[in-house]
Nanobody
């Protein structure tokens, strides 16, 4: 059974940086695409970034140039490096394996002075 555990969220000032981690249990890590989503109260979850099984990244427009998605196959961990954070990046961030519809529990990111 695949399980995902996020970590690394917290409070950061505008312009600051955070790195989120998503540890994966199970043997699917290098095979399936994975993604980061985020959600704010009253809104639907939205895609932030995706990484293919071969490591190819893709980003939504509002994070391009600021966020970097990556993964370490040996550590079975996916990362989201977030730079130049803005207050509107405040949300609960989730990692997921879309094809399996498996989600982590989420980690809160708050950008505020």
């Amino acid at each position: 059974q695949v399980q995902l555990v996020e970590s690394g969220g917290g409070l950061v000032q505008p312009g600051g940086s955070l790195t989120l981690s998503c540890e994966v249990s199970g043997s699917i890590f290098s095979v399936y695409s994975m993604a980061w989503y985020r959600q704010t109260p009253g809104k639907e979850r939205e895609l932030v970034a995706r990484i293919a099984g071969d490591g190819s990244p893709s980003y939504v427009d509002f994070v391009k140039g600021r966020f970097t998605i990556s993964k370490d196959n040996a550590e079975k961990t996916m990362y989201l490096q977030m730079d130049s954070l803005k207050p509107e990046d405040t949300a609960v961030y989730y990692c997921t394996v879309p094809l399996l519809d498996v989600w982590g529990q989420g980690t809160q990111v708050t950008v505020s002075s």
